[in-house]
Every structure is written in structure tokens, then in C-alpha cells.
């Protein structure tokens, strides 16, 4: 039973833009806060956006100005339209519920960043 799928990632130079899109199950999605986290090589997963279902959002500092995130309630999806993109942007971004994520995490998105 897939929860959440992710896509939209890939292969950027630095300055360059992405728009990553999640589809999450309506179950999760229409009950739920949902966010954008993201796992960089070595490094601990982290929640970099989240929107409630009131579409109050909040980004962490390391991608505020540079992150929009977005939600089509009719879709049950989740974006994050990415602009400004630099190699420390460069992980696996996944979407889940906020603040506390399921256990059921997707493949989520590859975002590589060069320099």
C-alpha cells in the first residue's frame, strides 16, 4: 500500500530550479499537516518545509526565501517548487505528515545539485 510517492528530482547546476510533487494516499493526506523532508549524504534526515491543512507554513532557515511549499487538497498532493538551488540542496527529499512523520516513508526524490 503505497502511501506517499515522490518525483520532480534530478540533476541541477547551482541557480538552477526544481519542482518536486508528492502524492500521498487520501487517508494520510486530508487528516494530516504535511511537510518536505530531506536526507543528505552522512547527514540525519531533516524537515526543511511543512503547510497545515489551514495553510500555515513554515520553512527551516537553511531554505527559507528559496522554497515555496504548496498543497492541492482536490489532488491530495504536496509541492516544493525549489529556485536558487545550491550543492548543499543536494539529497534524497521525501514528503510526510508533520510534526510527527508515519513509518511509512516512499522511495522519495534524488535533488543533485553541482557546482
Known amino acids: 500500500q503505497v502511501q506517499m510517492a515522490e518525483s520532480g528530482g534530478g540533476l541541477v547546476q547551482a541557480g538552477g530550479s526544481l519542482r518536486l510533487s508528492c502524492a500521498a494516499s487520501?487517508?494520510?493526506?486530508?487528516?494530516?499537516?504535511m511537510g518536505w523532508y530531506r536526507r543528505a549524504p552522512g547527514k540525519q534526515r531533516e524537515l526543511v518545509a511543512s503547510?497545515?491543512?489551514?495553510?500555515?507554513?513554515r520553512y527551516a532557515d537553511s531554505v527559507k526565501d528559496r522554497f515555496t511549499i504548496s498543497r492541492d487538497n482536490a489532488k491530495n498532493t504536496v509541492y516544493l517548487q525549489m529556485v536558487r538551488l545550491l550543492p548543499e540542496d543536494t539529497a534524497v527529499y521525501y514528503c510526510?505528515?508533520?510534526?510527527?512523520?508515519?513509518?511509512?516513508w516512499g522511495r522519495g526524490t534524488q535533488v543533485t545539485v553541482s557546482s
Open positions: 510526510n505528515t508533520v510534526p510527527i512523520p508515519t513509518t511509512i
Open positions: 487520501r487517508s494520510i493526506f486530508s487528516l494530516n499537516h
Open positions: 503547510i497545515d491543512n489551514s495553510g500555515t507554513i
